[in-house]
């Protein structure tokens, strides 16, 4: 029953703040599947295997009790209504000349007129951005997806000491300043898909999940050794960017790697394992992705002997 309103007034509020995100659906995982229900609960997260799979299973059972409530009692289905208007005064652009936005400090005025400000998440997708908007020191979670960024500048997030979450997929942008990121203590999560990098910055360490996706980093556009040091690194998405290796060393937090679509034509038999140990296992390492890559999978096959799993790719 609990979860059944939960997930009605979730329903709610996002159906009717119309500024927050398109839910656009991302595939991460091998064995595909939506997310749009598990981003509009759960903004910031991306969703793990079973956390998608016992959202499905809740959100199949609620259902039912759905029609069966609001056609049974007439004042549950009155609260989501109420409920619902509420996000629209938070959002700026609607609040605008109403009276009802209330920034919470000046300086935040201008980003959160244009934008959506939510407690910490900021909210800028498709507002046809140029550039990316100042932020409010204490940011945690930062969407501008679907705008037309074209360059990542050296202060764009400077002293934003609390940012965890970048999120800028579907922009312009193809050059990205070397210190950008430097200086971010939180960060954890960088989504930079379809855009047109050609070079990754300086990475910080406390990263643990990068989308790269759908850009031009080629042949050249990642470092020797970019990913050595981020020892907390767990989803690595470098798929649609005509690769021709694979980045190495791995750190061994790594869960997820990959690396379709590119154009990848070798591997070593010690690209994942170690050939002079033959102990060592890998256990975290359970989704590798190969596949639309000109490589022959075969023609390595000590390569995969450490790992849980079998890469996905071309094996015959
Ligand atoms: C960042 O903070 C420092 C010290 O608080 C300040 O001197 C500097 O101007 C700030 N940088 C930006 C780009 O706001
Ligand atoms: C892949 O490599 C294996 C082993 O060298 C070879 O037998 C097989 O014919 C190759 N497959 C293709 C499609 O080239």
Do not use: W
């Amino acid at each position: 029953m609990k979860i059944f309103v939960n997930i009605f007034l979730g329903f709610f509020i996002f159906e009717t703040v119309d500024a927050v995100p398109i839910t656009d659906t991302v595939i991460y995982d091998s064995e595909f599947y939506e997310e749009p229900l598990g981003e509009l609960l759960h903004p910031f997260v991306y969703f793990e295997n079973e956390q998608s799979d016992q959202l499905e299973t809740e959100t199949g059972t609620a259902l039912p009790s759905v029609t069966h409530e609001s056609s049974s009692s007439s004042p549950l289905a009155e609260e989501p209504e109420e409920e619902a208007s509420t996000p629209k005064l938070i959002d700026g652009s609607s609040a605008l000349g109403s009276g009802v936005l209330r920034p919470q400090s000046h300086e935040d005025l201008p980003t959160c007129l244009l934008c959506t400000c939510l407690g910490t998440t900021v909210y800028c997708d498709d507002r046809e951005l140029y550039v990316i908007p100042p932020l409010p020191k204490k940011t945690m979670y930062f969407y501008s997806r679907y705008n037309r960024i074209r360059r990542i500048n050296r202060n764009d997030f400077s002293n934003l000491s609390n940012l965890k979450r970048i999120d800028l997929t579907g922009n312009f942008i193809s050059e990205i300043h070397e210190d950008a990121f430097r200086r971010l203590p939180q960060l954890q999560e960088l989504v930079l898909r379809e855009n047109r990098i050609r070079q990754l910055p300086e990475l910080p360490s406390t990263l643990t999940f990068i989308d790269i996706s759908k850009n031009r980093l080629g042949r050249r556009g990642i470092r020797n050794e970019a990913f050595k040091d981020l020892h907390k690194l767990q989803h690595l998405y470098i798929t649609d960017n005509n690769l021709d290796h694979i980045p190495l060393p791995l750190p061994e937090s790594l869960q997820a790697l990959h690396l379709q679509n590119n154009n990848i034509q070798e591997m070593h038999e010690d690209t994942f394992c170690k050939m002079k140990d033959f102990n060592y296992v890998r256990r975290p390492l359970e989704d590798i992705r190969l596949d639309g890559n000109p490589i022959n999978l075969s023609k390595t096959p000590y390569a995969y002997m450490c790992l849980p799993r079998l890469p996905v790719g071309n094996l015959i």
